[in-house]
């Protein structure tokens, strides 16, 4: 079966601190990941997405890596401010068939940033 | 572009009523996903259509959900009777062509059944 794990499960940091996430994944054959940001009562929406071939991608002070090899990514946020709070989402596009893909979800980290 | 747009944000009901639940997808896209989120099992994917027709529904947990999508701009979600443990949070979402694009969801409706 499919499985998406992030850990860890929540994390509380000081503002202004750097912070990694991390998202391990058993889906193959792999589509792409992406990393989505909830804020409470919101929808998730899209902070970036990587396919095979990419290592790194950037959006701001939010910095996904991708190892495909070894099956893992990771989210690193820069100076957080208080507005990340958030549950922070890792999610596998696994191809399964032609034109159609399914997505896997993980259970998401809770990030908490104290002033 | 007002984005996906779901209706009610809140409901409380009482178990044994129908729940209706609204959604809007983004004008062009071809693809809508109904999810339900909980604490326990995070996100799980409901069912989902492409140009209005459902392709997979193997995430409806029992005959008392069911889910129409009569033209491209609105769907429903409609669970009949519901249950205590019916209750999270759904979400819409839809996407462009593959459904691998433009991955949007809306706000979700937060769901409380007492």
């Known amino acids: 079966k499919n499985q998406v794990e992030q850990s860890p499960q929540s994390l509380i940091i000081l503002e202004g601190k750097n912070c990694t996430l991390q998202c391990n994944y058993t889906v193959s054959p792999f589509s792409n990941l992406r990393w989505y940001k909830q804020d409470t009562g919101r929808g998730p929406v899209s902070l970036t997405i990587m396919t095979f071939s990419e290592n790194t991608k950037s959006n701001g002070r939010y910095t996904a890596t991708l190892d495909a090899d070894t099956k893992q990514s990771s989210l690193h946020i820069t100076a957080s401010q208080l507005s990340d709070s958030a549950s922070y989402i890792c999610?596998?596009?696994?191809?399964?068939?032609?034109?159609?893909?399914?997505?896997?979800f993980g259970k998401g980290t809770k990030l908490s940033v104290i002033p | 572009d007002a984005g996906v747009i779901q209706s009610p944000r809140h409901e409380v009901t009482e178990m044994g009523q129908e729940v209706t639940l609204r959604c809007k997808p983004i004008?062009?896209?071809?693809?809508l996903f109904w999810y339900r989120q909980t604490m326990m099992r995070g996100l799980e994917l409901l069912i989902y259509?492409?140009?209005?027709?459902?392709?997979?529904d193997s995430g409806m947990p029992e005959d008392r959900f069911s889910a129409k999508m009569p033209n491209a701009s609105f769907s429903t979600l409609k669970i009949q009777p519901s249950e205590p443990r019916d209750s999270a949070v759904y979400f819409c979402?839809?996407?462009?062509?593959?459904?691998?694009?433009?991955?949007?969801f809306g706000s979700g409706t937060r769901l409380t059944v007492v």
């Open positions: 999610v596998v596009s696994e191809r399964t068939g032609a034109g159609s893909y399914q997505l896997t």
């Open positions: 004008s062009g896209h071809d693809y």
């Open positions: 979402a839809s996407s462009l062509l593959t459904g691998n694009y433009g991955y949007t």
């Open positions: 259509f492409n140009n209005n027709v459902p392709i997979d």
